[in-house]
C-alpha cells in the first residue's frame, strides 16, 4: 500500500540543547487564563471553567534558541497581535486524568506565542462564528526549544514576559495563571483523549497588542529561556 500524495511531515519542535525533536499531534490552546488578561478582553475573571480552542498542528513554527526568526506577517489582517504564553508539551496521553497525576504526563515546556489576527477574532466573535480565521494563521503558533521537565522542573512561578523592540509589553508571573497546567490537562483528557504528541498552550496575561513588520518580538519565561522573531 502506498500513499497517493506525498505524505505530509510530521510537525516538529526542537528540544533545548538537542538534536532531537517532539513530534506534534494537537494543539490545544487555553483562553483568558490569566484575570487581567480576562478583563482587558471584556470577560469576568471569576473561575469560571477554562475553554479551548484549537490551532492545527503545522501551524507551529519551531523556533530555535539564540537567533532571530523571521516571522512573516499574515495575509488578511490589518490587526495582527502577540500573546505571550508558556507551552506544554506531553509525553503521555490518557483519558479523566486526575490533576494529581497530571504533571506526570508532561514531557517538556516552552516559550510559545499565540499569534492572533485580532480583528478577525473579534468579528468572528460579534458574528457567533468559529475562531479558526483568528487564531490558526499558518505559521501562527512559534515556539521555541522544549525544555524537558526532567531539567526544567514543572514551572509554576517565574516571570513570564514580552517585548516588542525592547519594550515590555506583556510581564507577569506564572503563578498567575487562573488554571494551573495540571488543571488544564485534567479538564482537557474529560472531553479528549490525550495522546503524546499534544501540546497545551496555557494562556496569556495582559497587555496584548498589535505588531507591525519590521519589529522584533522576544518572548521569555524564566527558566525556559527566550525567543526572538523579526516580523516581516
Ligand atoms: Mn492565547
Known amino acids: 500500500m502506498a500513499y497517493v500524495i506525498p505524505a505530509p511531515t510530521v510537525p516538529a519542535l526542537p528540544i533545548a540543547d538537542s538534536s532531537d525533536l517532539f513530534p506534534v499531534r494537537r ?8 484575570a487581567a488578561h480576562a ?40 490587526n495582527y497581535h ?7 508539551a ?8 486526575p490533576v494529581e497525576k ?15 489576527r485580532r480583528d478577525l477574532q473579534d468579528e468572528a466573535k460579534q458574528l457567533r462564528r468559529p475562531w ?3 487564531k490558526a494563521a499558518d505559521l501562527s503558533g512559534p515556539v521555541g526549544p522544549l525544555v524537558p521537565a526532567s531539567r526544567a522542573g514543572h514551572p509554576a512561578k517565574g516571570t513570564i514576559s514580552l ?10 508571573d506564572l503563578s498567575d495563571m487562573i488554571w494551573s497546567v495540571a488543571e488544564q490537562i485534567a479538564y482537557l ?22 505588531v507591525t513588520k519590521g519589529q522584533t518580538l522576544t518572548g521569555a519565561i524564566e527558566g525556559l529561556g527566550e525567543i526572538r522573531l523579526k516580523v516581516v
Do not use: W
Open 102 to 116: 497530571a504533571l506526570d504526563h508532561v514531557y517538556g515546556y516552552a516559550v510559545g506565542l499565540d499569534m492572533t
Open 132 to 134: 479558526e480565521l483568528g
Open 39 to 78: 478583563r482587558e478582553m471584556g470577560g469576568d475573571p471569576t473561575r469560571e471553567p477554562p475553554f479551548f480552542f484549537m490551532k492545527p498542528a503545522d501551524a507551529l513554527q519551531p523556533v530555535p534558541g539564540g537567533t532571530v526568526v523571521d516571522h512573516p506577517y499574515p495575509p488578511k489582517t490589518a
Open 82 to 88: 502577540f500573546e505571550i504564553e508558556m507551552v506544554v
Open 163 to 172: 517585548a516588542v523592540d525592547g519594550t515590555v509589553k506583556q510581564k507577569a
Open 27 to 34: 494543539v490545544y490552546c487555553v483562553g483568558r487564563n490569566y
Open 90 to 97: 506531553l509525553a503521555k496521553g490518557g483519558r479523566d486524568i
Open 189 to 210: 483528557s474529560a472531553y479528549f483523549e490525550l495522546a503524546p504528541g499534544d501540546v497545551i498552550f496555557s494562556g496569556t496575561p495582559d497587555g496584548v497588542g498589535a
